[in-house]
C-alpha cells in the first residue's frame, strides 16, 4: 500500500499536486462563515449544573457582567474628590450610558448612585451623589463624606483612602466587552490631560481582549515559526527550493484542518486558535525526517525517483507509526469534559492524519515536480565523509559513543533525574487567571494590580443562599384546614344547613386543586395566598353559620397570613443578622477585600429612618422595620436596585463577594472556607447555599480541564503503550519505547514544579502533545535499529550505524522545532510564551532522552531483546 502511494506520487506529481490544492481550496469555501468563541464560560456544557445555576442566578437577581474602570488620583491632596476629576468623571459616566450594549439603567458611577439621607424620624429622602459635576472644592469634600458614610459604597465605589474612584459598567453580553473597553478609553482620551491616571480591567474585558489579541498572535506567530523553521532547515540541507516542501506540507495541513473546522460549523475558540501552533511541528517533523535521509541517500543513487523509493521503503512504516500513536493521543482527548477541548483534539488528530498523507505525497511529488537532477549537483553526503554533516554529526555520534561505553552510568543518571522530577511534581500548583494570560506591562494587567490595591476586589462571586420551599409546612396547614372544614360540612348537614355544608364542600374542594396546583408550581407561597383569598371569597357566604366556625375561620386566616410573612424569610432580623455575622466572618479572609447584601442595605436605610444616629446602623428588630427599611429603599431613584441583593419573594438572598485576585487557588480557597464555616454554623430554618459568579465559573472549567487532561494523558499513555507492544510485536519493546517518553513528561512537569509555574490551560493541553511528539522519535529509531540488527548481525555493529543517519534525522528534528518555534517566546500573550517554552523543552528533553537512554536501554538489555537468530546468523528483536 505505502509503495503505491509513494510510486503515484512519484509518476504523477501534477496530479498529486493539482488535487492538493483542489481539496485545500474546497475546505476554505466558507472560510467567511468564521465565528469567534472568546468566553472561557463555553468550557463547559450548557447543561452543566453549576453553568446552569450561574446563568438562573444572573436572571433571578437580574444580574450583568462589568466592565470596571477605575480613576486614580495621587496628585491632588484629596485625590479624586477635586472639581476637576469628578468633573472628568461625570462626563465619563454619561458618555458610557449611552454606549451600544451597557445596560444604562444599572451603570454604579458617582452621578447614578443615590445618597441615602434622613429627613426627619422615620423618613428618608434620596438624591444623586453627584446630580451634577461641584461647583466647588467644598462641594468636591462633601461629596467625600457622603461616600464614605455609606457602607455600600466604600471600597467598592469608592476607595477608603480617597485617592480613587470606581465606575461599574454593565454590559449585555460578554462578547461586546472589549468594544466597551475601546469606547471608553476613547472617552477618556476626550478629556483633557490631567493628573488622573485611568483604568480599564474586569473578567469580561480581560476574557474578550485575550480573544482578539488571540487571533492578531496567531497570526503573527505562526509565521514567524514558520519562517524559523524554513532558515533551520535551509542551514542543514543547503537547497531553499528543497526545504520549501515541508512548509508547503504544513501550510496545507494548517489550511486544510482549520477550513474543515470552519465548514463543519464549529466556533473559532481559544482553543481551537491553538491548532495552527500544534500541527506546524507535527506537519513538518516527517518532512524533516525524508529530507534528511534524502540528504544522506541522495549521492548514493544521483537519482530523485530512486533515492525517494529507498527514503519512503526505510521511512514510511515509522511514520505511519507515528501518525497513529499521535492521532490516537490527540483523539482521546474528545473524551474530556471540556467542549472546546474535545473539538481541539478531534481536529488536531484529524490535522495530523492530513500531514500523513501529504507528507507521502506532496514532498515526493514537490521533489519531482520543482527540483531537476541538475539543481540536485553535489546535493546531500558522500558515504564514510564524517566531517561533512557538521557539528550536530559529531554531537551524536559522540553520544553514540558514550552510550556505548556508559550505558550504566546513563541509566542511573536517569534514574536520578526521575526522582527528581518526581519531587518537583509534588510542587507544581494547579491555578489560572485569565488576566495573567497578558504580559506583566499589558495594561489590563496593570489596572487588575492597581484597582486592586485601591478597591475592595475587581473580580466578583455571588454566594447565595435559599430558602426551603415549604412545602411539608403548608401540606401540614392544609390538612388542618382539610380536617377543620370536613368536621364543620358534616355538622352543618346532620344540623340540616346544606347551604353551609355545601359552601364548605366547595372551600375544601378549592383549596385541594389549590395545593395541588402549588406543589407543583414548587411554590407553596402562591399556596398560602390562593388559600387566603378562598377564605376572603368564603367567609361572606357562612353568615348563617354559628360564632364558632366564623371565630376558627378567622383564627385559621390569622395563621395563614403570619405563614406567607413567615416566608418572606429573608425579611427576618435573625436570618439577616446571621447574614452579617458570615460577612463579617468573610471580612477576616484577606482575600475577600468586600462584601455587599441586603443586610448592609437595610442598616443603611434603618439608620437613616433614626435620624442617622450610628446607633442605629444595625439590623432592625421586627420583619416590620425591615419591611420599612426595605419599602423605603424602593423611593429611590433605582428601586428595583433592592432586587439585585434578594428576590422579589424573599426567599434567595445574594452576597456580592469582592476578591482582590482571580486566582482559581484563591477563589477555591475562599469557597472552602465559607463553606467550612457554614458547615459548622448552619444558617436555620434549612437555608442552603451556592456559588455562583465568573470567578467561580473559572474554578469549574479549570478543575475539569485539569481533570480530563490528566485521565487523558493517562489514557493515551495506555492506548499509546498498547499500540507499541502491538506494532512492534513485542510487549518488551513496547515498553522501551515508552521510557523517553515517561522521561520527558516526568522532566518538564517536574521542572515545571520546581520554578514555580502554574499548571494553567496551556500546560494542560500540552501534556497532549508532549505525548504525541516523544514517542515519535522513539518510534524512528527502535524501526531502524530492529532493521540493523537485522542487517548487521548485532547490537554492536547496529549501534554505530544508529549514530549516524538515524541519529542525525532525529537531532535534526528536535533542533528545526525547538529552535524555531523560538519566535513564540517574545509573544505579547503568556500562553504562546508558554508553549514556545515547553514546545522547546519536549523537543530537547525527547530528543536528548531518545538517543542517550534508548540505546543505553538496548546496550544493556540486548541479550533479552535480541533472541532469535535470522538465518544469516544476525539476530531480529522478538520477544
Known amino acids: 500500500m505505502g509503495k503505491k502511494i509513494v510510486d503515484f506520487a512519484i509518476t504523477r506529481p501534477k496530479l498529486v499536486m493539482f488535487l492538493a490544492l483542489l481539496f485545500t481550496a474546497l475546505t476554505l469555501l466558507r472560510i467567511g462563515t468564521l465565528t469567534a468563541d472568546t468566553d472561557p464560560e463555553n468550557m463547559l456544557d450548557p447543561d452543566n449544573a453549576v453553568r446552569v445555576f450561574h446563568n438562573q442566578v444572573k436572571k433571578d437577581f437580574d444580574l450583568s457582567d462589568m466592565v470596571i474602570l477605575g480613576v486614580v488620583n495621587e496628585d491632588h491632596p484629596d485625590g479624586v474628590f477635586n472639581v476637576e476629576t469628578l468633573g472628568k468623571i461625570h462626563r465619563i459616566t454619561m458618555g458610557a450610558r449611552e454606549i451600544e450594549g451597557v445596560v444604562k439603567r444599572d451603570v454604579m458611577a458617582p452621578s447614578t448612585v443615590d445618597d441615602i439621607v434622613q429627613s426627619g424620624l422615620g423618613s428618608v429622602s434620596f438624591s444623586y451623589l453627584m446630580k451634577a459635576p461641584p461647583a466647588s472644592q467644598q462641594e468636591a469634600l462633601h461629596m467625600r463624606e457622603r461616600s464614605m458614610a455609606n457602607p455600600l459604597l466604600q471600597g467598592t465605589l469608592v476607595s477608603e483612602d480617597g485617592r480613587a474612584l470606581a465606575l461599574y459598567v454593565p454590559i449585555e453580553s460578554k462578547e461586546i466587552a472589549h468594544r466597551v473597553s475601546l469606547e471608553l478609553q476613547a472617552l477618556i482620551d476626550a478629556e483633557p490631560a490631567g493628573a488622573e491616571d485611568y483604568h480599564i480591567t474586569g473578567l469580561p474585558v480581560a476574557e474578550d481582549t485575550f480573544g482578539v489579541e488571540m487571533f492578531m498572535q496567531m497570526g503573527l506567530s505562526a509565521p514567524l515559526a514558520g519562517l524559523v523553521v524554513l532558515l533551520l532547515m535551509l542551514w542543514f540541507f543547503k537547497k531553499p527550493v528543497l526545504v520549501i516542501s515541508p512548509m508547503v506540507v504544513a501550510m496545507l495541513t494548517v489550511l486544510m484542518t482549520m477550513g474543515l473546522l470552519i465548514s463543519m460549523g464549529f466556533t473559532l475558540h481559544i482553543m481551537s486558535s491553538m491548532i495552527?501552533?500544534?500541527?506546524?511541528?507535527?506537519?513538518?517533523?516527517?518532512?524533516?525526517?525524508?529530507?534528511?535521509?534524502?540528504?544522506?541517500?541522495?549521492?548514493?543513487?544521483?537519482?530523485?525517483?530512486?533515492?525517494?523509493?529507498?527514503?519512503?521503503?526505510?521511512?514510511?512504516?515509522?511514520?505511519?507509526?507515528?501518525?497513529?500513536?499521535?492521532?490516537?493521543?490527540?483523539?482521546?482527548?474528545?473524551?474530556?469534559?471540556?467542549?472546546?477541548?474535545?473539538?481541539?483534539?478531534?481536529?488536531?488528530?484529524?490535522?495530523?492524519?492530513?500531514?500523513?498523507?501529504?507528507?507521502?505525497?506532496?514532498?515526493?511529488?514537490?521533489?519531482?515536480?520543482?527540483?531537476?537532477?541538475?539543481?540536485?549537483?553535489?546535493?546531500?553526503?558522500?558515504?564514510?565523509?564524517?566531517?561533512?554533516?557538521?557539528?550536530?554529526?559529531?554531537?551524536?555520534?559522540?553520544?553514540?559513543?558514550?552510550?556505548?561505553?556508559?550505558?550504566?552510568?546513563?541509566?542511573?543518571?536517569?534514574?536520578?533525574?526521575?526522582?527528581?522530577?518526581?519531587?518537583?511534581?509534588?510542587?507544581?500548583?494547579?491555578?489560572?487567571?485569565?488576566?495573567?494570560?497578558?504580559?506583566?506591562?499589558?495594561?489590563?494587567?496593570?489596572?487588575?494590580?492597581?484597582?486592586?490595591?485601591?478597591?475592595?476586589?475587581?473580580?466578583?462571586?455571588?454566594?447565595?443562599?435559599?430558602?426551603?420551599?415549604?412545602?411539608?409546612?403548608?401540606?401540614?396547614?392544609?390538612d388542618k384546614l382539610e380536617a377543620f372544614l370536613g368536621a364543620k360540612a358534616k355538622a352543618a348537614g346532620q344540623a340540616g344547613a346544606e347551604e353551609v355544608a355545601e359552601t364548605v364542600r366547595l372551600l375544601e374542594e378549592r383549596l385541594g386543586q389549590l395545593l395541588a396546583d402549588s406543589l407543583k408550581e414548587a411554590n407553596p407561597l402562591q399556596l398560602v395566598e390562593g388559600l387566603l383569598v378562598a377564605l376572603e371569597l368564603r367567609v361572606e357566604q357562612l353568615d348563617s353559620a354559628d360564632d364558632d366556625v366564623l371565630d376558627a375561620l378567622d383564627l385559621i386566616y390569622e395563621g395563614l397570613e403570619e405563614q406567607r410573612l413567615a416566608m418572606?424569610?429573608?425579611?427576618?432580623?435573625?436570618?439577616?443578622?446571621?447574614?452579617?455575622?458570615?460577612?463579617?466572618?468573610?471580612?477576616?479572609?484577606?482575600?475577600?477585600?468586600?462584601?455587599?447584601?441586603?443586610?448592609?442595605?437595610?442598616?443603611?436605610?434603618?439608620?437613616?429612618?433614626?435620624?442617622?444616629?450610628?446607633?442605629?446602623?444595625?439590623?432592625?428588630?421586627?420583619?416590620?422595620?425591615?419591611?420599612?427599611?426595605?419599602?423605603?429603599?424602593?423611593?429611590?431613584?433605582?428601586?428595583?436596585?433592592?432586587?439585585?441583593?434578594?428576590?422579589?419573594?424573599?426567599?434567595?438572598?445574594?452576597?456580592?463577594?469582592?476578591?482582590?485576585?482571580?486566582?482559581?487557588?484563591?477563589?477555591?480557597?475562599?469557597?472552602?472556607?465559607?463553606?467550612?464555616?457554614?458547615?459548622?454554623?448552619?444558617?436555620?430554618?434549612?437555608?442552603?447555599?451556592?456559588?455562583?459568579?465568573?470567578?467561580?465559573?473559572?474554578?469549574?472549567?479549570?478543575?475539569?480541564?485539569?481533570?480530563?487532561?490528566?485521565?487523558?494523558?493517562?489514557?493515551?499513555?495506555?492506548?499509546?503503550?498498547?499500540?507499541?507492544?502491538?506494532?512492534?510485536?513485542?510487549?518488551?519493546?513496547?515498553?522501551?519505547?515508552?521510557?523517553?517518553?515517561?522521561?520527558?513528561?516526568?522532566?518538564?512537569?517536574?521542572?515545571?514544579?520546581?520554578?514555580?509555574?502554574?499548571?494553567?490551560?496551556?500546560?494542560?493541553?500540552?501534556?497532549?502533545?508532549?505525548?504525541?511528539?516523544?514517542?515519535?522519535?522513539?518510534?524512528?529509531?527502535?524501526?531502524?535499529?530492529?532493521?540493523?540488527?537485522?542487517?548487521?548481525?548485532?547490537?554492536?555493529?547496529?549501534?554505530?550505524?544508529?549514530?549516524?543517519?538515524?541519529?542525525?534525522?532525529?537531532?535534526?528534528?528536535?533542533?528545526?522545532?525547538?529552535?524555531?518555534?523560538?519566535?513564540?517566546?517574545?509573544?505579547?500573550?503568556?500562553?504562546?510564551?508558554?508553549?514556545?517554552?515547553?514546545?522547546?523543552?519536549?523537543?530537547?528533553?525527547?530528543?536528548?532522552?531518545?538517543?542517550?537512554?534508548?540505546?543505553?536501554l538496548i546496550e544493556v538489555g540486548q541479550k533479552f531483546l535480541f533472541k532469535t537468530p535470522t538465518p544469516s546468523g544476525s539476530q531480529e528483536g522478538q520477544v
Open 276 to 478: 495552527p501552533i500544534f500541527l506546524m511541528p507535527i506537519a513538518v517533523v516527517d518532512s524533516v525526517h525524508i529530507l534528511s535521509v534524502f540528504f544522506d541517500r541522495y549521492q548514493s543513487f544521483n537519482d530523485r525517483a530512486k533515492t525517494l523509493r529507498a527514503v519512503m521503503d526505510e521511512l514510511f512504516v515509522p511514520m505511519l507509526y507515528t501518525t497513529i500513536t499521535t492521532m490516537a493521543g490527540f483523539a482521546s482527548l474528545a473524551l474530556t469534559p471540556i467542549p472546546p477541548v474535545r473539538v481541539f483534539g478531534a481536529f488536531v488528530a484529524l490535522g495530523v492524519g492530513l500531514a500523513w498523507l501529504l507528507t507521502i505525497t506532496v514532498v515526493p511529488a514537490y521533489i519531482m515536480l520543482f527540483i531537476s537532477e541538475e539543481k540536485l549537483k553535489n546535493f546531500g553526503t558522500t558515504e564514510g565523509d564524517e566531517d561533512s554533516h557538521g557539528l550536530l554529526a559529531r554531537v551524536v555520534r559522540t553520544f553514540g559513543r558514550l552510550t556505548r561505553g556508559h550505558a550504566k552510568a546513563w541509566l542511573v543518571a536517569t534514574v536520578f533525574v526521575m526522582a527528581g522530577s518526581a519531587y518537583g511534581i509534588t510542587l507544581i500548583s494547579i491555578n489560572d487567571n485569565p488576566v495573567n494570560w497578558f504580559s506583566k506591562d499589558h495594561p489590563i494587567r496593570v489596572a487588575d494590580r492597581v484597582l486592586n490595591e485601591h478597591f475592595g476586589g475587581t473580580y466578583g462571586a455571588y454566594l447565595v443562599l435559599e430558602a426551603p420551599a415549604g412545602a411539608a409546612a403548608v401540606q401540614k396547614t392544609h
Open 568 to 856: 418572606h424569610l429573608f425579611k427576618s432580623p435573625e436570618l439577616l443578622r446571621r447574614v452579617e455575622t458570615l460577612q463579617a466572618q468573610m471580612a477576616q479572609d484577606q482575600l475577600v477585600g468586600k462584601s455587599n447584601s441586603l443586610a448592609d442595605m437595610v442598616k443603611k436605610v434603618y439608620m437613616e429612618l433614626m435620624e442617622g444616629r450610628p446607633e442605629h446602623f444595625r439590623i432592625p428588630d421586627s420583619p416590620a422595620a425591615v419591611a420599612q427599611s426595605i419599602l423605603s429603599f424602593q423611593s429611590s431613584h433605582d428601586p428595583d436596585d433592592v432586587f439585585h441583593l434578594v428576590t422579589p419573594d424573599y426567599r434567595r438572598l445574594n452576597i456580592w463577594v469582592q476578591l482582590k485576585s482571580g486566582d482559581n487557588r484563591d477563589m477555591e480557597a475562599v469557597v472552602a472556607s465559607i463553606n467550612g464555616y457554614l458547615e459548622e454554623n448552619p444558617m436555620p430554618e434549612g437555608i442552603t447555599h451556592s456559588w455562583a459568579g465568573l470567578t467561580y465559573i473559572n474554578i469549574v472549567w479549570q478543575d475539569n480541564m485539569v481533570t480530563g487532561m490528566l485521565n487523558s494523558l493517562l489514557g493515551s499513555f495506555a492506548i499509546v503503550l498498547v499500540l507499541m507492544s502491538v506494532l512492534f510485536r513485542s510487549v518488551s519493546w513496547g515498553v522501551i519505547s515508552m521510557v523517553p517518553l515517561s522521561v520527558t513528561i516526568a522532566f518538564i512537569y517536574g521542572v515545571i514544579g520546581l520554578v514555580g509555574k502554574d499548571y494553567d490551560m496551556p500546560v494542560a493541553v500540552l501534556s497532549s502533545l508532549t505525548l504525541g511528539m516523544s514517542i515519535d522519535f522513539a518510534i524512528h529509531y527502535i524501526q531502524r535499529a530492529r532493521e540493523l540488527v537485522k542487517e548487521k548481525g548485532s547490537w554492536a555493529a547496529a549501534s554505530r550505524e544508529m549514530a549516524e543517519a538515524p541519529g542525525r534525522a532525529i537531532s535534526r528534528n528536535a533542533v528545526v522545532i525547538a529552535v524555531g518555534f523560538t519566535p513564540l517566546l517574545f509573544a505579547g500573550l503568556i500562553p504562546y510564551r508558554t508553549v514556545g517554552i515547553l514546545l522547546g523543552g519536549i523537543m530537547a528533553v525527547s530528543g536528548v532522552g531518545t538517543l542517550i537512554i534508548l540505546p543505553s
